[in-house]
Structure formats: C-alpha cells, structure tokens
C-alpha cells in the first residue's frame, strides 16, 4: 500500500539553527514522484520540489536542501540557516506513475515553529 | 491573475443549506483538484477534472458533494444539505499537464464553517 509518514509532529527550534524534517515512504511501484510542500500561516500550500524515483542526485536550492535515498526509502528536507520566515507546516507527498488514480498520497505533515 | 483563486475566502452557512466554492486555476492548467484539510490534517483529495472531464470523485464523501469544471477553466464545488462535519477548508489545486505527478499549484482555499 501507499504511505507517507512524517514522523515528527512538530519541531521547534532557535533561528539560525539548521533542522531536517523526515519523510518515509512506501510505493511498490518503480516509477513514482516524490513532493515537498509548505503551508505558512496563511494556508496557502506552496509547491517546492518534484523529484522522480530515478533521479537520486540531492538537490539544494538556497538554504533549502533535499536528500533523496531510495535505498531507506526516504526524502528528507534540510532547511539551513533556518529563519522566522520559514516556520510553517511541512507536506510530503507521493505519486505513483503507474496508479490509475489521480491522488497524490500526502503525510500528515511537520509543524515546524522558528524562534527568533 | 498569476495564481490560483477561490472564492468566498470564508463561507459561514447553517446546518442545511447549499454552498458554492468557487475555483479559477491557473489559465492553460489542464488538471484541476479540490481538496479537503481539517484542521491539522494533511489534504484529503475529493475530485480531479482533466479539462472538462472529471477522471476522478472517489473522494468525494457523499452524494451530497458535487462538482462540475463544463468548459474547462472554472471549477465549482457544490455541497448540498451541509452537515457540521463538512466544516473544513477547501483547497483547490491546478497542474499544467493531465497527469498527477507533476506539481500542483495551490488556491488559498475557502474555510467553511458549518453552525
């Protein structure tokens, strides 16, 4: 079956400091997307990276960086340098290629609080 | 406008009566999904329209929830008879290409709130 587990509920921590929220993931299929999404106060969720299952290079984008290991089955997402600015919930989510559905399957999200 | 748009922002309605959300995706986006969040939950996934066909309303909790998108850009959201459980924000997304694994870009949704 398809799942998407964040296990930590909520992370709070000083500014500055550099915090990694962990997504699993379990997929049967070869083919699959993997997703980043973050929802500010405001509640607008705010696409940040797309990666498919073939594609295991890290990415890094500013202070954000992301480590992708199929061999744990995981996605996990660093913020560096962490600022008031990125506190927010934290979605990951799958997608498999192959299913004949159209859900992206979401976990329950990290609420992660910034203190200045 | 650039993004994706929903309205009412806020829609209050009494147990019973019929509500309309409104969704303008993105011009050009082929995919179109409504999406339900409870508060501190993740999205739940309603319904997906490719254009103007609706592939997709596994999600959609009951006969009382309906959804229409007949020419393929506005997307409207109909709940009929609302229950205070329908009390929930309602998160419209849209995609580029008809296929789900590419990035959805998100409306700021519409909290319904159900007395």
């Known amino acids: 079956a398809q799942k998407v587990t964040q296990a930590q509920t909520e992370i709070s921590v000083v500014e500055k400091e550099d915090v990694t929220l962990d997504c699993v993931y379990e997929?049967?299929?070869?083919?699959?997307?993997l997703f980043w999404y973050k929802q500010p106060p405001s509640g607008e969720l705010v696409f940040l990276i797309r990666?498919?299952?073939?594609d295991e290079q890290n990415e890094i984008s500013g202070r954000y960086s992301w480590n992708f290991q199929k061999s744990t089955s995981s996605f996990n997402f660093t913020i560096t340098a962490s600022q008031v600015v990125d506190s927010a919930v934290y979605f990951c989510?799958?997608?498999?290629?192959?299913?004949?559905?159209?859900?992206?399957?979401w976990g329950a999200g990290t609420k992660l609080i910034i203190k200045p | 406008g650039a993004g994706v748009s929903q309205s009412p922002r806020y829609k209050v309605a009494k147990r019973g009566q019929d509500v309309a959300l409104r969704c303008d995706p993105i011009?050009?986006?082929?995919?179109l999904f409504w999406y339900q969040q409870a508060l501190g939950q993740g999205p739940e996934f309603l319904t997906y329209?490719?254009?103007?066909?609706?592939?997709?309303k596994s999600g959609l909790p009951s006969d009382r929830f309906f959804a229409e998108r007949p020419e393929g850009s506005v997307s409207t959201l109909k709940i009929q008879r609302t229950q205070q459980e329908d009390s929930a924000v309602y998160l419209c997304?849209?995609?580029?290409?008809?296929?789900?694994?590419?990035?959805?870009?998100f409306g700021p949704g519409t909290r319904l709130t159900v007395t």
């Open positions: 990666r498919n299952s073939f």
């Open positions: 011009s050009g986006h082929v995919s």
């Open positions: 997929t049967r299929d070869t083919t699959y997307y």
């Open positions: 329209f490719q254009n103007e066909a609706q592939l997709d």
């Open positions: 989510a799958l997608s498999e290629a192959e299913d004949s559905n159209y859900q992206l399957i």
């Open positions: 997304a849209s995609s580029l290409v008809g296929l789900r694994t590419y990035e959805q870009y």
